[in-house]
């Protein structure tokens, strides 16, 4: 038996019961019962019912003490004998063809069929699998019942005492055989049930559920064979001529044992469904825990449980669904931000958000007017995604976030939403990277990058029906007016002295001061960085560039 849980992203696992699967399912037509189960579930029934009246057989010939009803009881036993040999076969061979008619599902409508045509045949399919193991069990109790009514009319000759035990004997086995037959079969057209699942989940309505399941297995199976032994007992306060100690002691035993076996594979049979059935969930579930979301269940029980298995399909769908909606806004406004939002901290207030020690690069394209006024669209597209693909590698391996994309610029942020130990210099290597990765990657655009650190207010801004997540303050702006300034020099990369001040460790090292600049916009000077790789020839740095030039271990 399979674990009953399948991967929706192959599906060749087995039916699954999700949405996707249902809405898969409705362009398609479920065919009839395969040849295969029907050959097993007739199988099985033949085999049950074939023991059933041998066992009978053999208690009413050498256990029960019926030949003592009668004076001759050779002829007696001679006639039932001949009888059952005769009725049995032809009993079975009725029943055998009227299941077989019962399970078979019509052909599906042709390609021209209406949507209510292929809905009343999936409807009748589904009712044909559903109630298959109750037609079946009619299909086996109808023969036992007219055996009783024979059996009893025919031993009625020698004694109306020998016609009511016999047809007595004959309902109770009857009714052990078609229960434990009706079991088997449930279990064998689990994959039966489970295709036409897949097209239309598990109402809850119309089918016996666990309790009735679970009960109904201890009384047709333990408490009937039990009866038995009860009316036995009985008998012998009544009739004690006919029963010795002996004779009674061998009936208990016998019949008791018959219980057992009879309780046993009955339970067994519905324990095993019922464990199936949790058993694939909960490794489903297992699943689920350790990260993997692409599982489905296959719904194959007509219980509650057939619902718990439909149920979890659709939890699973609903967290795949949840998971690719916070992947796509993770992919637009950032990881850290999505996770904040989805965690219920992403709240627009209107109180302004908080301050926050930041670094900030800010880095545009050099002739993207140029180039948009000259090359087609679409190549334009092109090449500002695979710059933009570089731009977010890199600041992502520094720990930094990418706040927006503005055309043909990009603003990251390190040190918001989330905190980082040293923003200033994670800005300033990713700064020195980024422009070592444009030169060996040979993207074809050129670009400036300007990197400056400060305090900003890091925080949402809009209003509550349109928000986004942001930092403002004079780094950003400042390291959008370097960006100016890098994109006219050959370095392409400019840093202010505030970054190189609030970094830390060894990057300031990689920087040398090359000057100071009155920045558009602003009242004081700016000293302004380049990384001393990309220093092309010193001695253009004036005297008192010179001067002021840092070196910072």
């Known amino acids: 038996m399979t674990d009953g849980t399948s991967r929706n992203a192959t599906g060749s696992a087995g039916p699954t019961a999700g949405p996707a699967s249902r809405a898969a399912g409705e362009a398609e037509a479920p065919g009839d019962v395969a040849f295969r189960t029907k050959t097993v579930v007739g199988a099985l029934i033949l085999v049950a019912n074939v023991v059933g009246a041998g066992i009978l057989v053999g208690l009413a010939g050498w256990v029960l003490p019926f030949r003592a009803l009668v004076a001759d009881e050779a002829e007696a036993l001679r006639v039932n004998l001949v009888l059952l040999a005769v009725y049995a076969p032809l009993g079975a061979l009725v029943g055998f063809a009227f299941g077989w008619t019962w399970m078979r599902i019509p052909d599906p409508p042709g390609p021209g069929a209406t949507a209510a045509d292929r809905d009343r045949h999936r409807r009748r399919a589904r009712r044909v699998v559903l109630r298959a193991p ?183 769908s609903g967290l795949r669904e949840r998971d690719r909606v916070r992947e796509l806004f993770g992919r637009q406004v950032g990881e850290e931000v999505a996770a904040a939002a989805v965690a219920g901290d992403g709240v627009f207030d209107g109180e302004g958000g908080s301050v926050r020690e930041v670094a900030v690069l800010f880095v545009d394209l050099v002739g993207s007017t140029r180039m948009a006024a000259t090359r087609p669209p679409t190549e334009v597209m092109a090449r500002l995604n695979r710059f933009f693909a570089e731009v977010v590698d890199v600041v992502e391996t520094h720990g930094g976030w990418i706040n927006k994309f503005e055309g043909d610029a990009a603003l990251a942020v390190f040190g918001a939403p989330t905190d980082h130990d040293d923003p200033a210099s994670a800005a300033l290597a990713a700064a020195r990277a980024l422009a070592d990765r444009l030169d060996a990657e040979n993207v074809a655009i050129r670009a400036g990058i300007g990197v400056s650190a400060g305090e900003a207010v890091a925080g949402y801004i809009g209003d509550t029906r349109r928000y986004e997540y942001t930092v403002i303050g004079d780094p950003v702006n400042e390291a959008a007016r370097l960006c100016d300034v890098a994109k006219a020099t050959p370095e392409r990369v400019a840093a202010s002295g505030a970054a190189l001040g609030l970094a830390t460790g060894t990057e300031a090292g990689h920087w040398t001061v090359v000057g100071t600049q009155r920045l558009r916009g602003r009242e004081a000077d700016t000293e302004i960085a380049v990384p001393r790789t990309r220093v092309g020839d010193a001695a253009s740095i004036t005297a008192e560039t010179a001067r002021s030039e840092v070196t910072r271990g």
Do not use: K
């Not at 489970?194 to 201890?218: H, I, Y």
């Not at 029963?243 to 009674?248: A, E, G, K, N, P």
């Open 134 to 316: 109750l037609r079946l069990a009619v299909v086996q109790a109808v023969p036992w019942v007219i055996g009783v009514l024979l059996f009893a009319a025919v031993d009625a000759r020698w004694s109306a005492f020998l016609a009511v035990a016999v047809a007595g004997m004959i309902a109770l086995g009857g009714v052990t055989t078609v229960t434990v037959a009706y079991r088997m079969t449930e279990l064998v057209l689990r994959r039966e049930v489970a295709r036409v699942f897949v097209l239309e989940p598990p109402s809850g309505s119309g089918m016996p559920g666990v309790a009735v399941r679970s009960l109904g297995t201890w009384v047709m199976g333990t408490g009937v064979p039990l009866l038995g032994v009860v009316i036995a007992a009985g008998t012998s306060l009544v009739y004690a001529d006919y029963f010795t100690v002996t004779r009674l002691g061998v009936v208990t035993l016998v019949l008791s044992l018959i219980a057992l076996v009879a309780g046993f594979v009955a339970t067994a049979l519905t324990s095993t469904s019922l464990a199936a059935s949790v058993l694939a969930v909960r490794r489903a579930l297992r699943r689920v825990e350790n990260g993997d979301l692409d599982v489905t269940v296959e719904v194959s029980d007509t219980t509650e449980l057939g619902l718990l298995q439909s149920g979890f399909n659709t939890m699973v």
